[in-house]
């Protein structure tokens, strides 16, 4: 079983709809004894960083979390869940994040041209550098669906797929046994299902 | 590299799909679960459900047919029609939409755009604004399109980005339903006032008027429209080969 954190922020209906339709077992849920029972588990997020890492402490789950990725679980972040994983982001302000992945979360606003539209909305490529694990089941160049106006610096070793807006950009990270993906597999049609299976089969 | 977005837009009134459509794979036409599967197989890249129902019914079975949508379809939903309060973003967003649409509701309460960004995030804020020209300038109607605000469109679409909106729908009232291409001037008019995505909307008759719209303003994100699609006149599959034949960057799968 899979457990979708719920920690108040976001829309978590269409990513537990979008695990039953590959035929896994999803949760949504904010019990403890839940999480550390679930295989595997999923940070969600969309808004703003300051506001979910703050739910995230004060509810006592990104605590949660932390010892579950200890034990050795697999845990993956999807878009706003990816950034809360790394040390720290400059949206408005500088705010603490998770600390699991070396990195931080920084604007796009500073780095790219401003012929490039803020937030980037829409359906981009991956350039895989590691087709390894979560990206198994998928290939160069598939699109998926991103919203979002800040990304992630982080070392390349970390960095299983990059994608190009004015800049190339982290889309997914892995070290051991925790992801991340800044776009919505589950907002990614065909190929965000497979990456969701690739996920599921991990061990 | 973003491709430029291809988007069907459904009305929706007391749970059907209005407007007729006719395709021979689908067994109930006017079903949005069953259209909307068909569209996203098919190419789409984004979904708009426009709730077009007036009764409190009809709006509860908008809801439950948008849950339907969002079990089913994995592609982005956005919701607009009847957007007025913040307890209409939360109606909407509980059942699975991703953005929520706004037109009449941010005209009668100004606070709205700036209220739901905070709570939600600027990205599932879409302002929706139906343009025509009055007098030499642009002006936002409001009640789709039936009733002259006097706002000036775009001032009006720059405050409502400051105010938190990021994305923009511009509905050109004097090409819809012409069928004869985009709104370029106005188009242009809002690319260059704005930083954040621009989806054009009213007047696409041919997969040519598309070619034209992505050339012609190259910052647009997107292209939507309606009967084009549902009456078959336009095959989104076939319309993002064209687009690519043009060198226009698409998502083709």
Known sequence: ?203 | MLTKRIIPCLDVKDGRVVKGVNFQSLSDVSSPVELGKFYSQNGADELVFYDITASAEGRRLFTDILRECAANIFIPLTVGGGINTLDDFDRVLKCGADKVSVNSGAIKNPDLVEQAAKLYGSQCVVLSADIKRVNGEFRVFARGGRDDTGLEAISWIKRCCDNGAGEVVVNSIDTDGVKKGFDIEMLDAVIKAVNVPVVASGGAGSKADFVELFQKVPAISAGLAASVFHFGEIAINDLKKELKENNIQVRIN
């Open chain 1, 1 to 203: 079983m899979i457990a979708i954190i719920d920690y108040g922020v976001g829309n978590l209906f269409s990513l537990q709809s979008s695990f039953n339709a590959i035929g896994a077992e999803a949760i949504v849920t904010k019990d403890k004894t839940v999480i550390e029972n679930a295989e595997k588990l999923i940070l969600p997020g969309v808004g703003a960083f300051e506001d979910a890492a703050k739910k995230l402490r004060e509810s006592g789950l990104g605590e949660v979390l932390k010892n579950e990725v200890q034990k050795g679980k697999t845990v993956m972040g999807i878009c706003l869940g990816m950034q809360l994983l790394f040390d720290k982001s400059y949206e408005f302000g500088v705010h603490e994040g998770l600390g699991l992945i070396p990195g931080n979360i920084v604007p796009f606003a500073d780095k790219i041209d401003s012929s490039f539209q803020i937030p980037q909305i829409g359906w981009n490529n991956l350039k895989l550098y590691d087709g390894s694990t979560i990206f198994k089941n998928i290939n160069d160049g598939d699109f998926v669906y991103f919203v979002h106006s800040y990304y992630a610096e982080c070392d390349k070793k970390y960095v299983l797929a990059t994608s190009d807006y004015g800049i190339e950009f982290t889309a997914a990270v892995g070290r051991d046994n925790v992801f991340g993906c800044q776009f919505h597999p589950e907002k990614s049609g065909e190929v965000g299902l497979n990456i969701l299976r690739g996920f599921c089969q991990m061990k």
